[in-house]
């Protein structure tokens, strides 16, 4: 086939977090495909270049166009915000490869890897993901409450850090508060606990607090959650918002 298929992330919100393999990308596509928010965050690119926007919840379907569009010869980007791997487009594009047409199997398709929004919410006060961490997502879209508990108590039980995907939405405003008393039955009452907001922005703020006072109506689905680990600390400044950050061995920093 001729035609090829790009995943692109484009990072977590400032254009200079998209990386310059993802541009050329983007420069370089017939076709762009994706939510119709995140393309309007790409610059006119190339006359003559066609915009697919698609509405939210929609990925197997948005894959499958983007699909069919490089089937019939055309260069196709379908893109993500953040790092299109983590909660995002790439896992889509391959459930439709594997359930769809065939010749599809045979596209030339790859993935432009991007700043993913925990890594964007780290930066912004430190190093809180300086040891073991994971990345669970709230939503229950597309998978059960259960699952999503399973995994928390997990996690608490192997004193990681976790970032929180998708903490809170209209829909569902009461998940990010009963995964905070969740993790309250293992974890510290002092672990810190970080409400992270529109990152890598000219917009994002930051809200440091423990988890015994961590207040879920903080968060919305422009916020990224970090909950610490044991070890993870504070590094006060005079005046100044405290960096935070995690050690990288486990043994009790000295003072």
């Not at 010869?73 to 459930?95: L, Q, R, T, W």
């Not at 930066?123 to 409450?145: H, Q, R, Y």
């Not at 405003?173 to 409400?195: M, W």
Request: hydrophobic share 50%; aromatic share 6%; net charge neutral.
């Amino acid at each position: 086939m001729s035609g090829s298929l790009v995943v692109v992330g484009l990072g977590p919100g400032s254009i200079d977090l998209l990386t310059p393999a993802a541009a050329r990308a983007l420069q370089a596509a017939t076709d762009l495909v994706g939510y119709g928010p995140y393309l309007d965050r790409i610059p006119a690119a190339t006359a003559g270049q066609r915009r697919h926007a698609s509405g939210n919840r929609v990925e197997i379907e948005r894959a499958r166009h983007a699909l069919a569009l490089a089937a019939a010869g055309n260069k196709v980007a379908i893109v993500s915000g953040g790092d299109p791997g983590v909660f995002a487009m790439a896992a889509a594009v391959f459930e439709a490869i594997e359930a769809g047409d065939p010749a599809w199997r045979a596209l030339d398709v790859h993935v432009e890897p991007g700043i993913t929004a925990m890594l964007a919410a780290a930066a912004e006060v430190g190093a809180p993901l300086g040891a073991d961490f994971c990345a669970i997502s709230l939503s229950d879209n597309l998978k059960s409450w259960e699952t999503i508990e399973k995994r928390l108590k997990a996690a608490a039980q192997g004193d990681f850090v976790v970032a929180l995907y998708n903490p809170a939405s209209r829909a569902r405003p009461y998940q990010l508060g009963r995964a905070f008393e969740l993790l309250r039955a293992t974890k510290s009452p002092q672990t810190i606990v970080l409400f992270v907001k529109n990152a890598a922005t000219h917009e994002a703020t930051v809200v440091t607090t423990t988890l015994a006072e961590a207040d879920p109506a903080l968060a919305d689905m422009r916020t990224l959650v970090i909950i610490g680990a044991a070890a993870t600390r504070l590094v006060s400044r005079n005046g100044l918002r405290p960096w935070v950050y995690t050690p990288r061995a486990e043994h009790e920093v000295a003072r």
